[in-house]
Structure formats: C-alpha cells, structure tokens
C-alpha cells in the first residue's frame, strides 16, 4: 500500500510561485507514474501534469503548460510540481496520485491519491 502526503501550498499574490510536494511512504513509488490534479469549488477534478516513472517524460494540461513543472526524485520518493505566474484560476485543492501507467491523464486511472493542498491566488 501507498501513502501519498502533499505538502507546499499556501496563499499567493497572482504571478506568484509555490512549489508542491508529494511524499510517498509504505512503498517506493519508483515504478508508478505520478500525477497532479486539482479541484476547484463546485467543479470536477481535473488533470493538471502527469510525469513516467523513469522521469523522462511529462505531459502538462494546456491550461498550465509553460507555467508549472512536475519532477520526481526516486530516492526521495517524492514528486514536486513547481507553479509559476499564477492566476486566481490556479486556485484549487492539489492532490498527488499514483497510476501504474503513464499516459493517465483520468482520476479513475490512479490508484493511490493523497489528501491534497489547497492553493490560494489572489489577484
């Protein structure tokens, strides 16, 4: 079993940064793909990066693409997702997730989820 705790959000001015983490524990998480998702008041949980399990592949939404970066260090087993230039509509609850394989851009395709950090921009 898997435990993911993310960690790192906060309130930001808009054009601010934040860096989120995402520590796995119970299990190396080595060989899943690790995804970042996030939900905002009333609407669905959305996809946001997702990155493989070797760390050489990425997939951003097109929404944060050129602003936000997902990385892993294995031997952390952690993930982090750096956010740069927000905007007010970055604000959301972010939560880490773990799929056994890459190109899972659904939540019904990861198995193990934390319990996620709120993000605040304020314009």
């Known amino acids: 079993q898997v435990q993911l705790e993310e960690s790192g959000g906060g309130s930001v001015q808009a054009g601010g940064s934040l860096r989120l983490s995402c520590s796995a524990s119970?299990?190396?998480?080595?060989?899943?793909?690790m995804g970042w998702f996030r939900q905002a008041p009333g609407k669905e949980r959305e996809f946001v990066a997702e990155?493989?399990?070797?760390?050489?592949?990425?997939y951003y939404a097109s929404s944060v693409k050129g602003r936000f970066t997902i990385s892993r260090d294995s031997a952390k087993n952690t993930a982090y997702l750096q956010l740069n230039s927000l905007e007010p509509e970055d604000t959301a609850i972010y939560y880490c997730?773990?799929?056994?394989?890459?190109?899972?851009?659904?939540?019904?395709?990861?198995?193990?989820w934390g319990q996620g950090t709120q993000v605040t921009v304020s314009s």
């Open positions: 119970g299990r190396t998480v080595s060989n899943y793909a």
């Open positions: 990155i493989n399990s070797n760390g050489d592949m990425v």
């Open positions: 997730a773990a799929s056994v394989y890459y190109c899972s851009r659904y939540p019904s395709q990861y198995l193990y």
